[in-house]
């Protein structure tokens, strides 16, 4: 008589394998979207979750791609291992934002926020009874409060250009923020329009140059909301946040790309972690007046060309005949990566225009590329602030005079000739 260990083993079961990539099938039919609907009902949710969960009567996935942006492949991995459950769906309770935030005017305009979902701080709220009905309706926006500490504030302190006021900044150094942290969530006619390209286009490039990662940007043309793997972005304000979209609210702004080396460890070859500070400085000073202060803090890496590619960079720069020079610094770049720039700023207002702003007031950027697209945008620059000169490491000084090289590291607002000129250089800070 054969025992239970004598019979063959059995074949673990096959999960069967759901494609995406055409339209149709026997599942539910996405909820649509109508981009640019003031009400976030009628413009619908975004739904980028692959499992709408047991007992759910909604399936409908409406976005290609997914939540996490740049980290989703952690959780795929955390499944494949038996950390995650794949149909888990998170608790929210308690995480509302720590402070409202809009709605504005310009949450209602389809064509001036296309890269992140205007409503996507405020889903547990807006889209409480399709979530109720089982709905995976995830967040892509969290607003929470804290403190920042750097010692760059602590020797403005000392040297007398701040002085603590006890509720923007503490005598210790402590700054209270509000931070926001953002996923990017793209309207692809919005951006495919900001670019001045095609719909067409834009998803067939997207397709090929992730290596058909994502087939629906061909095959599904009925989904107009991608939401990209790659890094989003956070924002610090400083100040009373409740006069954010007031006419009268004086605003400072520093728009900044990450630079991991400078940013956090401090590097000296570059001017990325000085101009932070001084853009927090400022940005504390209109908060002590009044005003606003607006950091934002772009996860673009090197120009947005990787840390790999800016350090090959760095070892061209510094083995070339002749060393490190002003007048070579952008052709070295140009040489490893084949463009000088790949941060493209044309998507970069819309986090402004969620805030409702509609004027800066002192925007701590020399760069151009930065200035541009926010006037195009509609957005009123009154007076740029430069880094000042005790401010540059020594050996960030090929950087600086590389761009005063250029030609567009300036102490005023361009004219319209001027910025026709530079509009083909991809350089900035």
Not at 360 to 371: A, H, P, T
Request: aromatic share 6%.
């Amino acid at each position: 008589m054969k025992t239970e260990t004598d019979l063959p083993a059995k074949k673990p079961a096959i999960k069967p394998i759901v494609l995406t990539s055409h339209p149709g099938g026997s599942g539910p039919k996405p909820l649509p979207i109508d981009w640019g609907a003031a009400d976030p009902l009628r413009r619908g949710p975004i739904i980028a979750t692959v499992h709408a969960g047991e007992g759910a009567s909604i399936a409908a996935k409406n976005a290609i791609g997914t939540h996490s942006g740049a980290y989703a492949l952690y959780r795929a991995l955390a499944i494949a291992a038996g950390q995650l459950k794949a149909d888990h769906k998170p608790d929210l309770t308690n995480t509302a934002p720590a402070e409202a935030i809009g709605p504005f005017p310009q949450w209602a305009d389809a064509a001036k926020i296309v890269s992140m979902d205007p409503f996507g701080h405020m889903v547990s709220e807006a889209y409480a009874d399709l979530i109720r009905l089982g709905a995976d309706i995830r967040p892509s926006i969290a607003v929470t409060k804290a403190h920042i500490n750097m010692p760059e504030l602590l020797d403005a302190m000392r040297a007398g250009r701040l002085k603590a006021d006890g509720e923007v900044l503490a005598a210790n150094g402590d700054v209270r923020v509000t931070k926001i942290a953002i996923e990017p969530v793209w309207w692809l006619p919005g951006v495919a329009a900001r670019f001045k390209i095609s719909e067409t286009d834009l998803r067939r490039n997207l397709f090929e140059q992730t290596a058909g990662m994502f087939p629906e940007l061909v095959t599904r043309p009925d989904l107009k909301v991608f939401l990209p793997p790659i890094g989003g972005m956070t924002v610090y304000l400083f100040g009373d946040i409740h006069k954010l979209g007031k006419p009268e609210t004086r605003i400072a702004c520093r728009i900044h790309d990450e630079c991991n080396g400078s940013d956090v460890f401090g590097s000296d070859i570059c001017t990325c972690r000085p101009y932070l500070a001084h853009g927090i400085e400022v940005c504390i000073e209109m908060a002590q007046q009044g005003g606003v202060g607006v950091i934002v803090y772009n996860r673009k890496e090197g120009r947005a060309l990787g840390e790999v590619t800016k350090f090959l960079v760095y070892n061209a720069r510094k083995r070339q005949e002749g060393g490190d020079r002003a007048e070579a610094y952008f052709e070295r770049t140009e040489c490893v990566a084949g463009v000088q720039d790949m941060r493209f700023q044309e998507l970069m207002p819309d986090v402004l225009h969620w805030l409702g702003i509609a004027r800066v007031d002192k925007l701590v950027s020399m760069s151009n590329l930065k200035f541009q697209p926010l006037v195009d945008s509609g957005i009123q620059v009154v007076e740029r602030i430069p880094i000042p000169d005790d401010l540059i490491p020594a050996d960030a000084r090929v950087e600086m005079d590389a761009k005063k090289a250029a030609g567009y590291f300036t102490d005023k607002v361009p004219d319209a000739a001027e910025l026709k000129q530079s509009k083909g250089r991809r350089l900035d800070e």
